[in-house]
């Protein structure tokens, strides 16, 4: 299909579920169907089904067809995991995963409609609204307030480690209706980032910068350092529209400018966590052992043990004891700190997809996301995958909507900062219910001799 000149703005209602989609990837809210089956992002769940029903003339048999081969891929590697005893457990996981990746789904057909400025404007908003929530947390007696909702909301799971962060952060981090501070950092980090793709402001990368020092005071922790390690696939991977560089001279200042803020990433984390940067390299952090060091030695122990399925999705119960074991077996683990359960100490969903799928079924996992990714017409997959993996340092749950919501937000974000601004995109869809557009026809003047018509698509 030809691309229109005209922008498309997502209509309020559609803007509202979007809206809502993002609030559930926030809160994380969790609504239980079954006493076996959960509805993680439940808000994200409601608007994604909507959304998906009013996506439905966009969804080719192409796409359909290859996200059929993606879940078939995920069945796959359940049947041939070790202990069928599990495989009602790992069933859960799959409803899970095939509900996550469909509502993903559904929103990326969604933002690819969209104009930028726009999008621009709901992912700014979300910033600005965490930021003052934060700072009201902080300096008013509005934390009160947010932590009687968060009682209400989350009957289990509440952060309470608020000693820890004052001696940490020299403060009690901001929560802001959510379960934890880090559900806020990386709500954060992934609004602003989705800010930086989709905006068409000249100076957007300083405002994206600006917008990360004001977070690290407003809601001091270590996942908004990357905000800053984002920016690096996005010079490396993307070409944003209107800039023109011949390849290597883009690739030499693409690479400079990533390396300049990894280490500045670094330098920034020594120095403004500097007592919790000394805690990680005693030993002393056991948030930072679950959520990094833990889950890669499970991973590893996994792969050589399991290396055909790994556990099975949702696994943890099959592995407890080898978790356990690695865990004790590592220098940098303290016997002192406290396992409530296996999936609790293994947040990262980088690692999940290898601890779950072993190292063939995640292979394979991986070429079928990737296939499904391409014909959804992301512009770079290394792209997609990178945001993914840098984002899976900060959070777990690999089944859940936000660890994929994240690859397909990534993905929508790839097609909308290569569309040029005022630009429809070449392969979406026309609103639902509005008539074709065609162009006029101009007749050929006196003397020329007239342009054959084309077919307009």
């Known amino acids: 299909m030809n691309g229109m000149d005209t922008e498309v703005r997502l209509g309020w209602f559609d803007l509202a579920l979007v809206t809502i989609f993002m609030i559930g990837l926030y809160t ?143 403060r009690i981090r901001p929560k802001l209706f959510t379960s934890e501070p880090s559900a806020v950092t990386f709500a954060y980090t992934l609004f602003g980032f989705m800010w930086l793709l989709v905006s068409t402001w000249r100076w957007k990368l300083l405002g994206y910068l600006a917008m990360m020092g004001v977070g690290l005071f407003a809601m001091p922790g270590p996942t908004l350092l990357l905000m800053l390690v984002l ?123 290898w601890i779950y799928l072993g190292l063939i079924w995640g292979v394979i996992a991986l070429i079928a996301l990737s296939v499904w990714l391409k014909l959804l017409g992301a512009p770079s997959l290394l792209f997609c995958w990178a945001v993914w993996t840098i984002l899976g340092q900060a959070a777990g749950a690999y089944v859940g909507p936000r660890t994929w919501a994240v690859l397909l937000l990534a993905a929508a974000g790839a097609v909308l900062a290569e569309r040029a601004p005022g630009r429809q995109a070449a392969h979406a869809a026309p609103p639902l219910g509005a008539p074709a557009v065609f162009p006029p026809l101009r007749l050929a003047e006196p003397g020329r001799r007239a342009m054959p018509l084309r077919r307009v698509w």
């Not at 009602?88 to 095939?98: D, E, I, M, N, S």
């Not at 621009?120 to 307030?145: K, M, N, P, Q, W």
Request: proline share 5%; net charge positive.
């Open 231 to 353: 920016v690096a696939p996005y010079e490396l991977f993307l070409r944003p529209s209107g800039v023109r560089y011949s390849p290597s001279a883009r690739l030499i200042k693409a690479g400079l400018l990533s390396a300049i803020l990894i280490v500045g990433a670094v330098v920034v984390g020594t120095s403004v966590f500097s007592t919790r940067y000394k805690e990680i390299r005693s030993g002393g952090d056991p948030s930072f052992f679950y959520r990094e060091t833990g889950p890669a030695l499970t991973a590893l122990h996994v792969i050589e043990k399991y290396p055909w399925a790994g556990a099975g999705l949702t696994g943890e119960e099959f592995i407890a004891n080898d978790v356990l074991s690695v865990y004790a077996n590592s220098a940098e683990f303290s016997s002192a700190w406290k396992i409530p359960s296996i999936a609790e100490v293994l947040t990262n969903y980088f690692w999940l997809h």
């Open 28 to 170: 994380g809210y969790t609504l239980q169907i079954s006493s076996h089956i959960p509805m993680p992002s439940a808000p994200s769940g409601v608007a994604g089904v909507i959304l998906l029903w009013r996506r439905r003339n966009d969804i080719t048999p192409t796409h359909l067809a290859m996200l059929l081969a993606v879940i078939a891929v995920y069945i796959g590697s359940i049947l041939s995991a070790t202990n069928y005893t599990y495989l009602p457990k790992r069933f859960t996981g799959l409803v899970q995963l095939t509900y996550s990746l469909v509502i993903g789904y559904a929103l990326f057909l969604t933002l690819i409609r969209a104009e930028r400025k726009q999008l621009a404007l709901l992912f700014l908003g979300f910033c600005v609204f965490i930021l003052i929530g934060c700072l009201l947390e902080d300096y008013t007696r509005f934390r009160s307030i947010s932590d009687r909702v968060r009682q209400i909301i989350y009957r289990t799971d509440i952060y309470e480690a608020d000693l820890r962060d004052q001696l940490l952060y020299g």
